[in-house]
């Protein structure tokens, strides 16, 4: 029963994703953008988003925090009809300001671990990499429930220029040990609830957080680097690399809270100054 319920999912998906691929990058990304509007606030889920965004935001008026929400499933509805685009997107659809000089960082004998959020599209960020800095790399990510809406999505991040992927697991663990040893990069999004993680501050709240990010950084001596997206307008974005977050000072390694802190302080900047590109879904934080 499972299988045909996964089966009839992947192929209503499947369908979609031919219409969205036919249609120019521009106009798919407007039909989910319209599409979500409409739809997502008639859903459940929308009232745990706006608790977040009220608990979060609570400086914010109720319309205000409406048109964030609003906002929200317009972006998501847009990310959902770009992954057919997601190569077009990051090569011709992306200014790029790259304060780290990523190429001169990927030519070392380090690794570099990447981290991000879910904003604006977080999908387009390796083919972003991969057109503008020639830097590959592997994305690690949370597998969806239906298999082959799994595989589909994958041919999509492949096909947008990711080197690989790596879905979160025990398996997907050694995998992902596996390619820093060969000093692949790697890329995370560090925005999730994990229940088996350390308690930390994420915007005024705490938050279970997986810091093996984090931990990984500091034990290969890699470049920790923030990706930060913006969409600019529709289907146009901008990502942002500000920094490397250090992980060692004066040769000592620093306190691992300290390097989750900072990447926090850095996803918190970039979320409140536009929250509508965020995705409030989550349910995030321990009091949520």
Known sequence: MKKARHLFEYMFVLSLFGIFRVLPAKTASDLGGALARFIGPKLGASK?????IQMVLPEKDIAEQNAILKGMWDNLGRVFTEYPHLKTLGESHMIVDDKVNL??????DKPIIFFGAHWANWEVAGSASMAHMNVPAIA???APNNPYIDRLLNRARLKGQYQGTIPKSKSGSKNI???LNNNDNIAFLID???NEGSAYDFMGHSAMTADMFA???QKYDAHLVPVCLVREKKARFKMTLPSVVPTHTNGAPRPIKDIVDECHTILEQNIRANPEQWLWLHRRWIDS
């Open 48 to 52: 745990k988003a706006l608790r977040n």
């Open 103 to 108: 190429s001169e960082l990927n030519k070392t």
């Open 140 to 142: 690690v990510y949370r």
């Open 177 to 179: 040990l596996k390619a």
């Open 192 to 194: 999730q609830k994990y």
């Open 215 to 217: 931990r990984l950084a």
